[in-house]
């Protein structure tokens, strides 16, 4: 058993790409951009919101992917309560998982700001006891520094920590730090890319990570239809 779990958030804990798709849209507009399908916009995601622009005009300089970036960023607050829900069964994961004394933490490439306050509405009951989105001047995923971080600042050992993810970064991030991986294939990423490059297990259902993680114990809710 892992007594120390970190959650990528967007794709992991949650289906964020509909206000993803919708603030990109916007930004891109403004710019008098084409947009994109949500489809599309799923395969942009992953490296951070700079990352998220450059791939959706990629043919733009690089004055005008900031312009993009800037007005994605002031338009994500105004979308994404209403275009993010939390996957059915995580908060029954999460609840399990807490009540088994483990350690939560959150990792995201997702600006800061944005990861902490949207851990805080989605999950109000505050299990994570901490929460890290990409800052300015800290290495995103996959350098391992945010790993590093969490594992410092919650005295957890890497022997006994995992990262839990839905995306090839978040497998090379575990990798990179010297942890395990749990790949969830409900998320954003490729299936085949997932598999390629061989994390240390792989959940097809939500359900399955608590099987996974905690192979000793019975979780005491049922698997949502």
Same mark, same amino acid.
């Given at each position: 058993?892992?007594?120390?779990?970190?959650?990528?958030?967007?794709?992991?804990?949650?289906?964020?790409?509909?206000?993803?798709?919708?603030?990109?849209?916007?930004?891109?507009?403004?710019?008098?951009?084409?947009?994109?399908?949500?489809?599309?916009?799923?395969?942009?995601?992953?490296?951070?919101?700079?990352?998220?622009?450059?791939?959706?005009?990629?043919?733009?300089?690089?004055?005008?992917?900031?312009?993009?970036?800037?007005?994605? %960023?002031?338009?994500?607050?105004?979308?994404?309560?209403?275009?993010?829900?939390?996957?059915? *069964? @995580? /908060? +029954?994961?999460?609840? =399990?998982?807490?009540?088994?004394?483990?350690?939560?933490?959150?990792?995201?490439?997702?600006?800061?700001?944005?990861?902490?306050?949207?851990?805080?509405?989605?999950?109000?009951?505050?299990?994570?006891? %901490?929460?890290?989105?990409?800052?300015?001047?800290?290495?995103?995923?996959?350098?391992?520094? *945010? @790993? /590093? +971080?969490?594992?410092? =600042?919650?005295?957890?050992?890497?022997?006994?920590?995992?990262?839990?993810?839905?995306?090839?970064?978040?497998?090379?991030?575990?990798?990179?730090?010297?942890?395990?991986?749990?790949?969830?294939?409900?998320?954003?990423?490729?299936?085949?890319?997932?598999?390629?490059?061989?994390?240390?297990?792989?959940?097809?259902?939500?359900?399955?990570?608590?099987?996974?993680?905690?192979?000793?114990?019975?979780?005491?809710?049922?698997?949502?239809?």
């Amino acid at each position: 058993m892992y007594s120390h779990i970190i959650f990528d958030l967007d794709g992991t804990l949650i289906e964020s790409l509909p206000g993803i798709a919708a603030a990109l849209n916007t930004a891109l507009a403004a710019s008098k951009l084409p947009t994109h399908s949500i489809e599309d916009v799923r395969t942009f995601i992953g490296d951070g919101s700079l990352t998220l622009c450059e791939r959706a005009a990629p043919d733009q300089s690089s004055e005008t992917i900031h312009v993009i970036h800037e007005t994605f %960023l002031a338009e994500y607050p105004k979308a994404w309560k209403s275009g993010t829900t939390v996957f059915a *069964g @995580i /908060h +029954e994961v999460i609840s =399990e998982l807490k009540g088994m004394g483990c350690t939560l933490s959150i990792l995201s490439n997702k600006v800061h700001e944005f990861t902490t306050e949207m851990a805080d509405y989605f999950f109000p009951e505050k299990p994570f006891d %901490l929460v890290l989105g990409q800052r300015e001047g800290i290495a995103k995923k996959p350098d391992p520094s *945010g @790993i /590093h +971080e969490l594992l410092g =600042e919650l005295d957890k050992s890497s022997s006994n920590s995992i990262l839990v993810g839905d995306s090839t970064i978040d497998v090379i991030t575990a990798r990179n730090a010297g942890i395990k991986s749990l790949a969830v294939t409900w998320g954003y990423h490729d299936k085949s890319a997932l598999k390629a490059v061989s994390p240390t297990l792989t959940a097809h259902k939500v359900p399955q990570i608590l099987e996974l993680l905690t192979p000793t114990q019975v979780p005491s809710f049922r698997q949502p239809a």
